[in-house]
């Protein structure tokens, strides 16, 4: 089938080993897609350039769950929409226009499949001219399938090597994935106890987490990889000398590698989750910490002490604040909001709440100092 057409997609979406478990999850996948296109189109109109399924199905290694009655979708889709836009500030007024009713498609959309998530998330057609690496734009790159639109955008991104992915990027991953286990522990920390109905994504933030801390260490020796398995292969044949606690991050990288590609979450059925989350919680900040050591050249002992420290990739970007400002425009823009979204802005602005928060949570409630920090 032509590109452009509902239908033009890879032929597996996951690395179900079984022929005819396959079939039955490429054909609910590929109907899921359908749906989300039709959707998404129906919404955009002629403002959608492309709509390209990325992440995990996007790279042909997606989690699913199979069982007699059903195939569960594990996680999310992630999908990039491509708007339609002349120029960036054409793509600020369209993205103005559509982020609030993407947002409120994607939660429709992931309330009709029963997933957790549907990411619908817009960029413009100059996000593939960009020639800054970033693990986002690199895995869309090399991994993704073109679902709708008679040109595929990233012929014109570069033809990037995972070994020029700067270190910064794992300390995103921190980020990212911390904000995550932040999440999971809003699951237990007033009850003590994981609810059924939340143990699920419970799981899948942690083992984000661990995920995250193999990444960054594959980030360090250069040998990043787009595709779990290929990780998976990497890390089982990697020594990991080069940090602390090699062993134990290498185990944990393998374990949430192998999760990823193959849940099972019938072994986490007798576990004591909040113990687990605190011993994952324990591990990542160590690790967070040796890694952002080594990526600034600086050496801190405590998390206050770490967002006190300057960073390069804090130097004031005003296309970045320009379109916070637009994006967030109201009426009567003052001082003081201009202030705060320029110190949003900053990279550093989130990845301090994020260590800051974490490094609060304490198995004896909350370390007070840490949270005033963090406030």
């Not at 997609?9 to 590929?30: A, H, S």
């Not at 990497?234 to 849940?263: D, G, W």
């Not at 206050?304 to 004031?316: A, G, H, I, N, S």
């Amino acid at each position: 089938m032509p590109p452009g057409k509902l239908g033009d997609t890879m032929k597996n979406f996951t690395l179900t080993p079984d022929p005819d478990q396959n079939n039955r999850v490429n054909k609910k996948i590929q109907k899921d897609i359908n749906l989300i296109c039709e959707h998404v189109k129906k919404l955009l109109g002629q403002n959608l350039y492309a709509l390209l399924l990325c992440g995990g199905f996007g790279r042909g290694e997606g989690s699913v769950t199979i069982t007699k009655k059903e195939v569960h979708i594990v996680n999310d889709y992630d999908f990039t929409v491509v708007l339609n836009a002349s120029n960036k500030l054409h793509y600020l007024w369209l993205y103005k226009k559509y982020h609030q009713p993407l947002e409120m498609l994607s939660q429709q959309l992931a309330a009709n499949l029963s997933i957790k998530q549907v990411d619908l998330s817009p960029k413009p057609l100059s996000y593939f001219e960009e020639s800054s690496l970033k693990i986002e734009n690199y895995e869309v790159k090399k991994g993704h399938v073109l679902v709708y639109g008679q040109d595929n955008p990233t012929r014109f991104m570069p033809d990037w090597q995972s070994s020029d992915i700067p270190l910064f990027e794992g300390t995103w991953l921190f980020r990212n994935r911390g904000l995550g286990l932040i999440l999971a522990a809003l699951y237990w920390i007033t009850t003590q106890k994981v609810a059924s109905k939340n143990k699920e994504n419970f799981i899948i933030e942690c083992t984000k987490a661990q995920m995250a801390m193999g990444d960054a260490a594959l980030l360090i020796v250069k040998k990043y990889h787009h595709l779990y398995h290929q990780r998976l292969n990497i890390a089982q044949n990697h020594t990991f000398s080069h940090i602390p606690n090699s062993q134990e991050v290498k185990q944990r990288y393998t374990h949430a590698l192998t999760q990823k590609l193959r849940p099972n979450f019938s072994q986490y059925e007798t576990q004591n989750l909040p113990a687990l989350w605190y011993d994952i919680r324990t591990s990542f900040l160590s690790f967070f910490k040796f890694f952002e050591q080594h990526r600034l050249d600086q050496h801190f002992t405590t998390w206050t002490d770490y967002v006190d420290l300057p960073r390069p990739e804090d130097k004031t970007n005003f296309k970045a604040v320009a379109s916070k400002l637009i994006r967030s425009a109201r009426s009567g823009i003052t001082p003081k909001f201009f202030e705060t979204t320029l110190q949003k802005s900053k990279p550093s602005f989130s990845i301090n709440i994020v260590a800051l928060t974490l490094a609060a949570i304490d198995r004896n409630g909350f370390n007070k100092k840490t949270m005033r920090k963090a406030a």
